[in-house]
């Protein structure tokens, strides 16, 4: 396929996934005080008790034009498989002076990461509030691209650097992580240029990165023992295979087998577009772990 078909194609499955209208939660709870930490509710659709969770990160390249709206139908599609679906919120790139470049910052620190860590924390209480018919005992957490990093990272916490401040003492009670076309290796994504430097922006510039990236990396968090699968689209332009499979061999490396399922001639956006294909995977995907 030329560049431009590439292109094309990537264009049509974008405004494919961005053209469904938002979907209201059923409930939204605030997990901390600053106005982008929220998690928003959906039951599931079919009235069921004791359905397992799916915990959405959403992506957007840690940047703030992007937030949990676009993927409020892919949550309403999960509570239409019986999944009961927390969303979540957190802070993204700004105006902050230690981060500036030439258009949206990608990522606020250490602020989104202190953000994914509270919301998680948070949600066992949150979810005995808001959804007491969800099973908070079976938890797998899902994020697409940005998000899909923030998945990997949330599932990591307990082997994060000794003295971190987001570190767990014991792994995170999760059944596990499916992550979708994540930016789960930096050293690769660096190399692609993915999402115009949006890892160098996330981690604060040169002087920042080895030290951060140590904290944030998911192709260094290994191995997790919780299990993890990658879907990824094999035409993806925006995170391409390779960031995926530098991560599934950097587990390999670390003694941890993680499962990656290629989807031919699928791109960045429908993993979780309602009406492409790839997103009934995407919910089998989840049912493998959570059933």
């Known amino acids: 396929m030329s560049d431009s078909a590439a292109r094309d194609r990537d264009a049509a499955e974008t405004e494919s996934a961005l053209s469904h209208p938002p979907v209201a939660p059923d409930a939204s709870a605030a997990y901390g005080s600053h106005p982008d930490q929220l998690i928003d509710f959906y039951a ?34 999960l509570a239409r498989r019986g999944f009961a679906v927390a969303s979540v919120e957190y802070r993204r790139g700004g105006g902050i002076p230690q981060q500036r470049g030439s258009g949206p910052v990608a ?3 250490p602020e989104t990461f202190d953000d994914v860590a509270a919301a998680m924390d948070a949600l066992p209480a949150l979810l005995a509030r808001e959804l007491p018919a969800a099973d908070a005992r079976r938890i797998v957490v899902t994020g697409h691209s940005a998000g899909g990093q923030l998945a990997l ?4 916490r307990h082997v994060l650097p000794e003295g971190s401040p987001w570190r767990l003492p014991a792994p995170p009670q999760l059944r596990g992580v499916v992550a979708l076309a994540p930016i789960a290796d930096f050293a690769t994504a660096v190399e692609l240029d993915v999402c115009s430097g949006a890892v160098g922006q996330l981690l604060g510039g040169e002087a920042d990165f080895a030290q951060r990236a140590a904290h944030a990396d998911p192709a260094v968090l290994l191995p997790t023992g919780i299990a993890t699968t990658v879907v990824q689209g094999t035409t993806d332009i925006d995170v391409p295979q390779a960031v995926a499979e530098a991560f599934v061999d950097a587990a390999a490396k670390a003694g941890e087998t993680v499962g990656l399922t290629l989807l031919p001639d699928v791109g960045h956006y429908p993993l979780f577009d309602p009406a492409a294909d790839a997103c009934a995977v995407v919910a089998e ?5 959570a059933w």
């Not at 959403?58 to 937030?67: E, L, T, V």
């Not at 990272?153 to 990591?156: I, Q």
């Not at 995907?285 to 772990?289: K, M, N």
């Open 44 to 77: 599931p659709r079919d009235g069921r008790t004791g359905a397992p969770v799916v915990v959405v990160l959403h992506g957007g390249a840690w940047r703030a034009p992007y937030d949990r709206q676009h993927v409020s139908p892919f949550a309403d599609f």
């Open 153 to 156: 990272w949330a599932a990591a």
């Open 285 to 289: 995907e989840l049912a493998q772990l």
């Open 107 to 109: 990522g606020r620190w």
